[in-house]
C-alpha cells in the first residue's frame, strides 16, 4: 500500500518561504505523475502543483510564479517549494499522485499570519 508521509508546514508571515517534503513509499515512485494538494477550511480540497514521471510541471493560477515543485526519484521522494506566501496560502496540504489515489496522508499545516 502506499504511504505518503508530508512534512515542512509551519507558521509563517505573508512573504515568507516554505518547503514542503513528500517521502513516497509502497510503490514504483518513477513511474508516476504527482502532485501537490490542499484544502482549507471550509473548502474543497484544490490540486496546487503537478510534476509528470518526465518531470513536466503545471500550477494552479493562483500559485504560478510563486510555487516551485520538483522531484528526486532516487529519495522517493518530491518538494513544493512556496515563496511570497500570503493568507490564503493557509491550508493542510497533501502529497499525492495525479490523478489522486487513496489512501491520503496526515498532510503538513501551513498557517500564514501577520
Known amino acids: 500500500q502506499v504511504q505518503l508521509v508530508e512534512s515542512g508546514g509551519g507558521l509563517v508571515h505573508p512573504g515568507d518561504s516554505l518547503r514542503l517534503s513528500c517521502v513516497v513509499s509502497?510503490?514504483?515512485?518513477?513511474?508516476?505523475?504527482w502532485a501537490w494538494y490542499r484544502q482549507a477550511p471550509g473548502k474543497k480540497r484544490e490540486l496546487v502543483a503537478s510534476?509528470?514521471?518526465?518531470?513536466?510541471?503545471d500550477y494552479a493560477d493562483s500559485v504560478k510564479g510563486r510555487v516551485t515543485i520538483f522531484r528526486d526519484n532516487a529519495r522517493d521522494s518530491f518538494y513544493l517549494q512556496l515563496s511570497k506566501l500570503n493568507h490564503e496560502d493557509s491550508a493542510i496540504y497533501y502529497c499525492?499522485?495525479?490523478?489522486?489515489?487513496?489512501?491520503w496522508g496526515q498532510g503538513t499545516q501551513v498557517t500564514v499570519s501577520s
Open positions: 499525492n499522485k495525479d490523478p489522486p489515489d487513496r489512501p
Open positions: 509502497g510503490t514504483i515512485f518513477r513511474i508516476f505523475d
Open positions: 510534476i509528470s514521471n518526465r518531470g513536466v510541471t
